[in-house]
């Protein structure tokens, strides 16, 4: 399977703005998930979209999927310096037997 | 939801030496995953191993160079053999099951 892209690779922006993430992959999905990787630690599951959904909030956060473009993004609303990660898309491919495929990964720095 | 333990969590190794990393569940589970994170980049599978039968290897992977076992339904190692500094790595084991994962803290291996 391929990796999947993500945009921006960097990101950063001040304490209470909002944040968007984007990722695009090649395959037909089961599901797409977002994690969270704080400073070259074990990642942290953050949420889950399947792949006839097309909007899910948790908290602060909200994914959106696209699979006629083969597309998600995460925003996280009112950013916080705790937030400051490292981000992934994983997509469990269709016929893969729940193996994931992770994105790129976009690094996220939130400033006070 | 699955705690995983993951030893040693850091290493400094020498050239041509073998090292063994230990992941343990708190719980019973079907498959665990082995995931290779070489520096600034991404998460790239390296084996799936189920209790039981040989681990399944990616491409790229072979047993030789990363054998694992997997002995019961809550451990598992992966060994890193004749290491040289292209194996310079964070090694994360993960478990899970509908898809989403969880991770150990990860195995950052530093060869020299």
């Known amino acids: 399977s391929q990796q999947g892209e993500e945009d921006p690779q960097a990101l950063s922006i001040q304490e209470g703005e909002n944040a968007t993430m984007n990722c695009s992959y090649k395959t037909s999905i089961n599901n797409l998930q977002w994690y969270r990787q704080n400073s070259g630690r074990g990642l942290v599951h953050l949420i889950l979209?399947?792949?006839?959904?097309r909007e899910k909030h948790s908290g602060r956060l909200r994914v959106t999927l696209d699979t006629s473009k083969k597309s998600s993004s995460l925003l996280i609303t009112a950013s916080r310096a705790a937030d400051t990660a490292s981000y992934f898309c994983a997509t469990d491919d269709i016929g893969t037997a729940s193996k994931l495929t992770f994105g790129t990964g976009t690094r996220l720095q939130v400033t006070l | 939801s699955a705690v995983i333990s993951q030893k040693p969590s850091r290493d400094i190794c020498q050239r041509g030496t073998s090292l063994t990393i230990q992941c343990q569940v708190d719980?019973?589970?079907?498959?665990m995953f082995w995931y290779r994170q070489q520096p600034g980049q991404s998460l790239t599978l390296i084996a799936t191993a189920n209790q039981g039968s040989e681990a399944t290897y990616e491409s790229g992977f072979v047993i030789d160079k990363f054998p694992i076992s997997r002995p019961n339904l809550t451990f598992s190692t992966l060994t890193v053999s004749n290491m040289s500094p292209e194996d310079s790595s964070i090694y994360l084991c993960s478990t899970g099951e509908a898809g989403e994962l969880f991770f150990g803290e990860g195995s950052r291996l530093t060869v020299l």
């Open positions: 979209i399947r792949s006839n959904e």
């Open positions: 719980s019973q589970v079907t498959m």
